[in-house]
């Protein structure tokens, strides 16, 4: 059998390094898993699609939580300020962005086609009159494309491109190969060209585009470079391109400026909204009446105002993190709410990535090769839990780290970790179980299989209780059998005390011969290792008495066995040498039984034992059951023992301890107190005669 010594028991020593090399082999395994399951990811795509839906959920609970945080402070505001006429102390805590949308939208449709009497699309004249109406703005830029001519004639786009000239704040957008036929000269362009992911989602901003031409700004951009000119100062919360525009030079002061950019999307009700029949309404040569019945000066000075279509059918929305049809001109007013409180999404540095994925690998892969269920636990947070939660917690300081690869790595790790680990653990359990079963009952293997940290390299002192048993008689029935016949007789004899022994729950040392080698309390610990040692004695007996009739007549011979017992200090453990060693026992109380067995001979008895033994055995039995005066108090053990002690068991049977006197044994410099054991029927004295006890030490030879 693999890790057997040449005396056929387990080598535990090669056990236990060959678990420690499992562990690492596992742990090894579990990393190129790990990695297989990050290349498996990258190369799939589904690192990059996760990531995407990581990043939409997290956006998502972003706006959630700051729109939450903005209402509760807006409510503990309106409570603090309850009954106040000062109406600057109700608006919310968060200022509104310096951002207005003028929308047309299905109101404004109606509104034009009811009171106006123009369909879609509208006349230029219109947009020159939204023009007039918001020449106070700082910057009006018009997420609307003016490149192909007015269907209402060239003069419509006169009246129009005049009307924004006087304005002197128009942004117009414009394509890369297409630019507005408007001729309004003093008109800043950007591009609105939307930069979509592959699963059709904007999340990231085209800020500018490369052309044969140059730099193209886009139309957020350019609305900032207005709005900057407007007010003669540089922003230096926006980030910048690399280069300068070279169609504007206004826009300069932008020199860092990344070309792309991750938006931080926020709620619409940041923006002051307002339909594009409001502005008419008002403005002069309109002939229309109010929109709404509303009556009102709007007042749009210091801001920028976003011109767009917002009308379902017009079809001028766009997928994004937080609205599946969000209007494109929202875009336009995010980016330039982020370029105006430098709150654009930043991605980690690719050097946190790597060490967050190495460390979640690590942990994964490590964690679950501890064999103990907290560390298993420990794992699966470090593959799942840690980079999830580091991603959503950079992402709260507007820094998206994509926990995909980290996840996978971990993941991977983690399952092949634990389905290794599975393996190992049934392999080791297989090979326990068939290594033990020879010598330890199958109630004491389980148990060490659920506990195989006791199989220690080395040896450990303990207090055990040794039986020692021998066949009376042995070198003559060896030569009244033949080997055959020997050889079958010895089995079923050694099978008798094995089985015995066993279901006490000892651990069969060895066999030396005819002789029987056994002891309790080792590997496991056992309570009561001294009675059960002295039960599995009196049932031997007991078993050899029943079978010896059967015994005879087959084989001529009726076995009896004698029997020592003696409990105290030994070192048990793997003891020999390099070349072969075994699990066994040594020490004064294993040699003591040893000496037992074979007084019996001089005596004339079958089972020897001592008084530590006797101690003990009582002590066992007064903790499994409540104490009959014929068994000494537990406190009483160490001091004096009653000459006699029957110790009642469960199948009626009584065992009873008979102090014979002090002896001097072959080893032994000091006295020893010798003990009779037999087995009787409950309240029966027991058969055969009796020995005399004695008081004066006795001394007994090999």
């Known amino acids: 059998m693999k890790y057997m010594t040449e005396a056929g028991k387990p080598d535990h020593s090669t056990l236990r390094s060959n678990h420690a090399l499992n562990?690492?082999?596992?742990?090894?395994?579990?990393?190129?898993?790990?990695?297989?399951?990050?290349?498996?990811?990258?190369?799939t795509g589904i690192s990059n699609k996760a990531g995407m839906a990581l990043y939409d959920r997290e956006m998502r609970l972003l706006v959630a939580a700051e729109g939450k945080k903005e209402d509760n402070t807006s409510s503990q505001t309106l409570r603090k300020n309850s009954g106040s006429s000062d109406s600057a102390s109700l608006s919310p805590s968060r200022e509104k962005a310096p951002i207005a949308l003028v929308m047309i939208d299905q109101s404004s449709l109606d509104w034009v086609q009811n009171e106006l009497g123009l369909g879609w699309p509208w006349p230029r004249e219109l947009y020159g009159l939204i023009a007039y109406s918001l020449r106070n703005a700082d910057v009006q830029a018009y997420d609307i494309l003016f490149t192909e001519p007015s269907t209402y004639g060239p003069e419509d786009d006169s009246r129009c491109a005049e009307a924004m000239r006087s304005a002197g704040n128009v942004v117009l957008a414009t394509l890369t190969d297409r630019k507005p036929v408007l001729a309004v000269s003093n008109a800043l362009y950007g591009h609105v060209v939307a930069r979509v992911d592959s699963d059709g989602i904007c999340r990231q901003y085209q800020a500018a585009l490369d052309t044969d031409a140059g730099k193209i700004p886009?139309?957020?951009?350019?609305?900032?470079?207005?709005?900057?000119?407007?007010?003669?100062?540089?922003?230096?919360?926006?980030?910048?391109?690399?280069?300068?525009?070279?169609?504007?030079?206004?826009?300069?002061?932008?020199?860092?400026?990344?070309?792309?950019?991750?938006?931080?999307?926020?709620?619409?009700?940041?923006?002051?909204?307002?339909?594009?029949?409001?502005?008419?309404?008002?403005?002069?040569?309109?002939?229309?009446?109010?929109?709404?019945?509303?009556?009102?000066?709007?007042?749009?000075?210091?801001?920028?105002?976003?011109?767009?279509?917002?009308?379902?059918?017009?079809?001028?929305?766009?997928?994004?993190?937080?609205?599946?049809?969000?209007?494109?001109?929202?875009?336009?007013?995010?980016?330039?709410?982020?370029?105006?409180?430098?709150?654009?999404?930043?991605?980690?540095?690719?050097?946190?990535?790597?060490?967050?994925?190495?460390?979640?690998?690590?942990?994964?892969?490590?964690?679950?090769?501890?064999?103990?269920?907290?560390?298993?636990?420990?794992?699966?947070?470090?593959?799942?839990?840690?980079?999830?939660?580091?991603?959503?917690?950079?992402?709260?300081?507007?820094?998206?780290?994509?926990?995909?690869?980290?996840?996978?790595?971990?993941?991977?790790?983690?399952?092949?970790?634990?389905?290794?680990?599975?393996?190992?653990?049934?392999?080791?359990?297989?090979?326990?179980?068939?290594a033990f079963a020879q010598y330890l009952s199958p109630e004491v293997i389980s148990e060490l299989i659920e506990q195989p940290k006791v199989l220690r390299l080395g040896g450990e002192s303990k207090v055990i209780t040794t039986l020692f048993s021998d066949l009376a008689g042995f070198t003559a029935i060896s030569e009244k059998l033949d080997p055959e016949r020997l050889t079958q007789f010895m089995n079923e004899y050694l099978g008798i005390i094995s089985e015995e022994i066993l279901a006490q729950g000892g651990t069969l040392d060895k066999y030396v011969g005819d002789a029987v080698v056994a002891f309790w309390n080792a590997p496991l610990d056992i309570e009561d290792h001294a009675l059960r040692a002295c039960m599995a004695a009196c049932h031997i007996q007991e078993k050899l008495r029943e079978i010896g009739p059967e015994l005879e007549k087959r084989f001529g011979i009726s076995p009896r066995t004698r029997i020592g017992i003696a409990t105290g200090s030994a070192v048990v453990g793997n003891l020999g040498s390099t070349h072969r060693f075994a699990y066994t026992a040594v020490g004064d109380s294993v040699n003591i039984a040893s000496r037992l067995e074979n007084l019996n001979k001089v005596l004339g008895t079958a089972i020897l034992t001592i008084r530590e033994t006797v101690a003990a055995a009582c002590a066992g039995s007064s903790r499994a059951s409540s104490p009959s005066s014929l068994v000494p108090a537990a406190q009483d053990l160490d001091s004096e023992l009653a000459p006699e002690i029957r110790l009642p068991q469960l199948e009626g049977k009584t065992l009873l301890f008979r102090r014979l006197g002090p002896a001097i044994v072959e080893g032994k410099l000091q006295a020893i107190e010798l003990w009779e054991l037999r087995a009787t029927e409950k309240d029966n004295c027991a058969q055969g005669s009796l020995i005399e006890p004695w008081q004066e030490a006795r001394h007994f030879s090999k």
């Not at 562990?23 to 190369?43: E, P």
């Open 23 to 43: 562990k690492v082999k596992r742990f090894l395994y579990a990393l190129v898993a790990g990695v297989f399951g990050i290349l498996l990811f990258q190369w």
């Open 218 to 434: 886009s139309l957020g951009l350019a609305a900032i470079s207005a709005f900057n000119r407007k007010n003669s100062i540089a922003d230096e919360k926006s980030i910048s391109l690399s280069e300068a525009f070279e169609p504007l030079e206004p826009l300069a002061p932008f020199e860092a400026f990344e070309q792309t950019v991750f938006l931080k999307f926020e709620d619409s009700s940041r923006f002051e909204r307002y339909s594009a029949a409001q502005v008419l309404a008002g403005s002069p040569g309109t002939g229309g009446s109010d929109f709404a019945g509303l009556n009102q000066e709007l007042n749009f000075e210091g801001k920028i105002v976003l011109i767009g279509i917002t009308a379902p059918g017009l079809m001028d929305r766009q997928a994004t993190p937080i609205n599946p049809a969000q209007p494109g001109v929202e875009i336009h007013a995010t980016f330039i709410s982020n370029a105006l409180s430098s709150s654009f999404i930043e991605l980690s540095p690719i050097g946190v990535e790597v060490c967050i994925t190495i460390i979640a690998l690590v942990l994964a892969a490590l964690l679950p090769t501890m064999r103990t269920r907290i560390w298993t636990i420990v794992g699966f947070v470090a593959a799942i839990i840690i980079p999830i939660g580091l991603s959503f917690a950079f992402f709260r300081n507007l820094v998206f780290y994509n926990a995909v690869p980290a996840i996978a790595a971990g993941l991977f790790a983690f399952i092949a970790a634990i389905v290794l680990g599975y393996q190992a653990e049934g392999r080791q359990r297989a090979y326990l179980r068939r």
